[in-house]
């Protein structure tokens, strides 16, 4: 009998050796005895954030209500004279066909005197940037309105007063006078990188306070394919009609651009849409609160990227550089000996990487001083000294939706 007792000792210890094989990873696991993984661990989660020097929040909402209380609804009004049939200035054709300007038309025409008016109305948006009342918002939106209804997020209305603009720039400084007014904290524009998310407030369509989020999808556009001369920030955020003079963000509540422009091909968002930098805004903002002039530089040159095929016609092998492909008659350039065909080098005894470094020296340029100015022509490096006018204020034609 004792080799039966001596058989169930084995079996016993086999079962419990056996139970603690199988249970032994579960509860060392538990108890952190290998060590945790570094695919696993939170430091290791964390690294890719950290070494940005901020954190990306999981949810925007902080940010949005840091920042869209200080997001306006600006209404414009502007009366215009409106063309009818001469018939209709006669009072017994106006009375047998009725008088479309009689409020039962429901239309938005009045009459003044034996003027006929139609009323044209606007929308757009704006950010308050100062508790003394002062809006940024763009140009276009209140260009040629005789008033401007500013709508603010907690439902109180005021008119605004146009304190100055800036076409070149679209944009436009407003201010209304109310008490205990929201105001957006200013951030930075010369940090975005293309990646970063942002999120746009605005009023597309009337909706107020819509926000849209999407990612800085290019910086330093060049202005000029739109009809405005600041370097702009692309992004894919949904920008629609209203939007205009709305705010960009960055996802902690700080405005970085002012939405002003979309390209588009039905005139509905197609995810590119175009912000002024906040930088630049504000500079010219100061600017027209103090009742300084913006002026900047012109020397009349119509330039033009260089490509490859331009490059091998004229024999340039440099990669920086941009064309002249006009001279525009009587201008300082025409004047200092700059002909279409040239290569501008260097600008200021700066060297010119491309058009859009150009373009941005040109528009710096103080009008009357003389700068030194390389080109080449033909094979040889030509030096000339220019004296820079003064750009004139204009409207650009608008290659590109404004919404």
């Known amino acids: 009998m004792k080799w039966v007792s001596y058989t169930k000792k084995v079996i016993h210890l086999v079962l419990v050796f056996g139970l603690i094989a199988f249970f032994a990873p579960y509860i060392l696991g538990n108890l952190n005895f290998y060590g945790?993984?570094?695919?696993?661990?939170?430091?290791?989660?964390?690294?890719?954030?950290?070494?940005?020097?901020?954190?990306?929040?999981?949810?925007?909402?902080?940010?949005?209500?840091?920042?869209?209380?200080?997001?306006?609804?600006?209404?414009?009004?502007?009366?215009?004279?409106?063309?009818?049939n001469p018939l209709m200035q006669d009072p017994f054709f106006r009375h047998f066909f009725g008088d479309p300007g009689t409020p039962e038309n429901n239309?938005?025409?009045?009459?003044?005197?034996?003027?006929?008016?139609?009323?044209?109305?606007?929308?757009?948006?704006?950010?308050?940037?100062?508790?003394?009342?002062?809006?940024?918002?763009?140009?276009?939106?209140?260009?040629e309105a005789d008033t401007m209804l500013v709508t603010l997020a907690d439902?109180?209305?005021?008119?605004?007063?146009?304190?100055?603009?800036?076409?070149?720039?679209?944009?436009?400084?407003?201010?209304?006078?109310?008490?205990?007014?929201?105001?957006?904290?200013?951030?930075?524009?010369?940090?975005?990188?293309?990646?970063?998310?942002?999120?746009?407030?605005?009023?597309?369509?009337?909706?107020?306070?819509?926000?849209?989020?999407?990612?800085?999808?290019?910086?330093?556009?060049?202005?000029?394919?739109?009809?405005?001369?600041?370097?702009l920030i692309q992004t894919d955020a949904a920008i629609n009609f209203g939007n205009s003079g709305g705010a960009l963000i960055d996802p902690y509540g700080r405005i970085i651009g002012i939405n002003t422009a979309i390209y588009s091909r039905s005139g509905a968002n197609m995810g590119i849409g175009f912000a002024i930098p906040i930088d630049q805004a504000t500079d010219i903002m100061n600017k027209i609160i103090e009742g300084k002039r913006i002026i900047r530089g012109y020397l009349g040159i119509i330039m033009q990227p260089l490509n490859k095929e331009i490059r091998d016609q004229i024999r340039y092998k440099d990669q920086d550089g941009v064309y002249v492909r006009a001279v525009v008659q009587g201008s300082p350039a025409q004047k200092a000996g700059l002909l279409p065909g040239d290569v501008i080098t260097k600008i200021n005894n700066i060297v010119i990487k491309d058009d859009r470094m150009a373009f941005r020296l040109v528009a710096g340029l103080v009008p009357e001083q003389s700068y030194p100015i390389e080109i080449f022509r033909k094979g040889d490096l030509v030096n000339f000294t220019i004296v820079a006018g003064e750009r004139k204020p204009q409207t650009l034609p608008l290659k590109k939706e404004i919404p």
């Open 107 to 143: 239309r938005n025409e009045s009459r003044k005197g034996d003027t006929l008016k139609e009323t044209l109305q606007g929308l757009g948006s704006g950010v308050i940037v100062s508790a003394k009342g002062y809006i940024l918002t763009n140009n276009h939106v209140i260009k």
């Open 155 to 231: 439902g109180r209305t005021a008119e605004a007063k146009l304190v100055g603009s800036d076409p070149d720039s679209d944009l436009a400084v407003l201010q209304i006078k109310l008490d205990k007014l929201p105001v957006i904290t200013l951030g930075s524009s010369q940090k975005l990188r293309t990646g970063d998310v942002v999120l746009a407030i605005g009023n597309p369509f009337g909706l107020d306070n819509t926000v849209t989020q999407g990612i800085v999808s290019a910086t330093e556009r060049t202005g000029s394919e739109i009809g405005i001369l600041e370097n």
């Open 36 to 84: 945790m993984s570094q695919a696993s661990t939170p430091a290791a989660v964390s690294i890719a954030p950290a070494l940005s020097g901020e954190l990306a929040p999981v949810s925007y909402a902080d940010a949005v209500a840091l920042a869209a209380p200080a997001v306006v609804s600006i209404k414009t009004s502007k009366e215009i004279p409106l063309e009818t």
